[in-house]
């Protein structure tokens, strides 16, 4: 025990030495910008005078202005350059070797702060010890590999961990407890929604959906997700295919999933659009897949269950939609606010009464 407080008292030692250094040289940064403020703001100022004129005058003179604006901010930052010399570099230098210290005792210095807290031989601290460390480990490896469908595991390993804290928390009663085994729409929910927070300015997910996965208010946060990620540029395109297993769900609820998600891309507009699929006697039914593409590159999946208990993944360097999308998707419903398309949903919504009332 002494040996492991020794360790960690040096790991302090060492981290808080570096971090008073960086201290120091962020401390002569601000005392160098603080002794030329007055001229750095001065040529600042000139300088983006000159650019604002420029751009309002024809040339020759937008030029010479563009010209004379550039030279002031050349000189801004002369002027700081030579109050501060060449500490930017030791200050450089410093914060590199803190970075580098926290960095190589990350994963140690937490594993050592496991086995503090979680110590002695009581089977139940052992097994939580143990437990954690290899979620560690596991969570590590991921974080290492940087494949463009990590994020995936992420929002696994985080579902996974809220349902152990609900479950722990349970087990403080002493005479009844209830133990929640999450569902796979939850853990998929998880999946999902740390795929479409990673989109990004370029991102898209295209997808053939059925009604079933968002039965019960299902995949939540993942919609939640779509309200916001699509906002930052990227781009989400659904299809619902009325699927046979969805036949089993109640009509009301088909008629709540499909109302929600026509007023979601009404709201929300091009950003997120979609399209449902007329039922045909005799149809063959389309794969149930996604695609999510990033500048990372492409994960798509397919749902092997109704219920989400198997989906399988793949990780593709080269995009390409679903198979048949392209088709499904010129010829289906596509929701929009037009009085004409909310009589069409209408009708849409009465086929799938009847559809959903003939069983296999």
Request: glycine share 6%; with cysteine.
């Amino acid at each position: 025990m002494a040996s492991k407080r020794g360790r960690l008292s040096r790991l302090g030692t060492s981290v808080w030495t570096k971090m008073k250094a960086v201290g120091r040289w962020a401390e002569r940064v601000w005392h160098a910008l603080s002794a030329s403020a007055g001229d750095i703001i001065i040529s600042l100022s000139l300088g983006a005078a000159s650019f604002w004129i420029g751009k309002r005058l024809t040339d020759p003179w937008s030029t010479v202005a563009e010209h004379l604006g550039t030279a002031f901010l050349v000189a801004a930052i002369a002027v700081f350059g030579y109050e501060y010399k060449s500490r930017s570099k030791e200050l450089i230098k410093a914060t590199n070797a803190l970075v580098e210290a926290l960095k190589a005792e990350a994963k140690p210095g937490a594993i050592r702060c496991i086995t503090e807290m979680f110590s002695g031989a009581d089977t139940l601290v052992v097994r939580l010890r143990d437990s954690l460390i290899r979620s560690l480990n596991a969570s590590d490896d991921v974080v290492q590999a940087a494949v463009s469908h990590r994020d995936l595991a992420v929002g696994m390993i985080e579902a996974l961990l809220d349902a152990a804290t609900t479950n722990a928390n349970e087990f403080k009663a002493k005479n009844h407890f209830t133990i929640t085994i999450p569902r796979p729409a939850e853990l998929i929910d998880e999946m999902l929604k740390a795929r479409i927070e990673r989109l990004g300015e370029a991102g898209t997910y295209v997808v053939i959906s059925d009604f079933s996965s968002f039965k019960r208010n299902q995949l939540q946060k993942s919609i939640g997700a779509m309200r916001t990620s699509p906002s930052r540029g990227a781009k989400v395109q659904r299809i619902f295919y009325f699927f046979k297993h969805d036949r089993e769900l109640p009509y009301e609820e088909i008629e709540r999933i499909a109302t929600d998600h026509w007023n979601l891309s009404c709201e929300l507009g091009d950003r997120y659009q979609v399209a449902f699929v007329k039922p045909v006697q005799g149809q063959i039914e389309p794969l149930h897949e996604g695609v999510f593409t990033t500048t990372e590159g492409s994960v798509r999946f397919e749902v092997l269950e109704p219920d989400l208990h198997t989906v399988q993944f793949y990780s593709e360097t080269q995009s390409r939609p679903p198979v048949n999308f392209e088709r499904l998707w010129y010829h289906a419903l596509k929701a929009t606010a037009a009085s004409s398309a909310e009589v069409e949903f209408g009708k849409y919504l009465a086929l799938l009464r009847k559809w959903r009332q003939r069983r296999s």
